[in-house]
């Protein structure tokens, strides 16, 4: 399956392990690379900057001819840690970028005197046009049917609208759990895809075994959107907790939230706690937890190593 994705990440089938925030690992993107896909890690899974080192060095120690390793950086202000993380990842090296949830000019500029390709998030063609301007190298389309931050336009419509104007490629994130749902986005006109939610249940994954066996006995139909987390939608797992605090701001953010010069620091705020909320929820199993994850946990049925994930799509 060689696409242009598979091209530009110089990798064997066109796959992305999606990062996702506790979840993803060395130990995941290593079977990744292992496998001839890549895999993402968001820099955020590491408290300090000297533990984002150490897992920059053990993933080049590990580096495969067909496998390519790289970074997601949140480059709005809720992210205190950016310039130094965008430092480190840079002086040491990887092979791209995803940047989420900012303006990623930094980024694109920085790591481009490196050698280091840039993937922009994005949800719809406005936010596309501005990243392809800045230069970005490929945009992760991320439609309606993805985990965690998600967009509103259906895999199809997004990915074919991005492409009739964009002159770079377009990879899709969202909406795959089988080979034949990933052939569908390589037809819709993606050059291929990054996927996350189906990693949760892995072996590798470093997250609480409730968590995994949550993906494993939940749904489609047991995902729902949020905004506890960020103050931006976000898709978690329905359950007894979460169906009794609620999915909406309460009234007192609603009106903070209108207020220009509040906005953001009140999102700044909701972002900070709701990050702490997820990372309980994601190491220990209490009454009260949040677990993030997309629609297509539907189709994991078991806990099982990554590599063997990775065979479902291929």
């Known amino acids: 399956m060689k696409t242009p994705l598979t091209q ?3 990798i064997e089938h ?3 392990m999606a990062p996702m925030f506790l ?17 993402c890690i968001p820099a955020l899974n590491y408290r300090t900057i000297p533990e984002l080192q150490e897992a920059i060095i053990a993933l080049k120690a590990a580096k495969t001819e067909n496998g390519a390793f790289g970074f997601n950086l949140i480059v709005n202000k809720s992210n205190l840690k950016f310039p130094e993380q965008l430092a480190v990842c840079c002086d040491l090296g990887c092979e791209f970028f995803i940047t989420s949830l900012g303006n990623p000019k930094q980024v694109i500029e920085e790591a481009h005197k490196k050698g280091i390709l840039v993937f922009c998030d994005v949800v719809n063609l406005e936010q596309a046009k501005k ?11 991320v439609n309606n049917e993805a985990g965690g931050h998600r967009g509103s336009l259906s895999p199809q419509n997004l990915i074919e609208e991005l492409n009739q104007v964009l002159s770079i490629p377009v990879i899709s ?8 749902e990933l052939e569908e986005k390589l037809k819709f006109g993606a050059v291929g895809v990054s996927i996350g939610s189906p990693f949760i249940a ?3 994954a470093g997250v609480s075994n409730e968590y995994k066996e949550a993906c ?3 749904g489609a139909n047991d995902i729902v959107l949020t905004q506890k987390i960020s103050g931006t939608p976000c898709t978690v797992i329905n359950t007894p907790y979460v169906q009794e605090i609620g999915t909406e701001q309460t009234c007192l953010e609603k009106l903070l939230n209108k207020n220009k010069w509040l906005k953001k620091y009140v999102k700044m705020l909701r972002f900070l706690k709701g990050t702490n909320m997820v990372t309980k929820a994601a190491t220990e199993a209490t009454y009260k937890t949040v677990w993030v994850a997309g629609p297509t946990i539907e189709h994991s049925k078991a806990i099982e190593p990554v590599t063997k994930i990775i065979k479902r799509f291929i």
């Open 216 to 218: 494993v006995q939940y």
């Open 131 to 141: 990243v392809e301007s800045l230069g970005c190298d490929a945009v992760i389309a």
């Open 14 to 16: 066109p796959i992305i």
């Open 23 to 39: 979840v993803s690992n060395v130990a995941m993107v290593k079977a990744a690379m292992q496998a001839g896909i890549a895999g």
């Open 173 to 180: 994130a969202g909406g795959v759990g089988t080979k034949a």
């Open 202 to 204: 892995s072996e590798e």
């Open 8 to 10: 530009l990440l110089q």
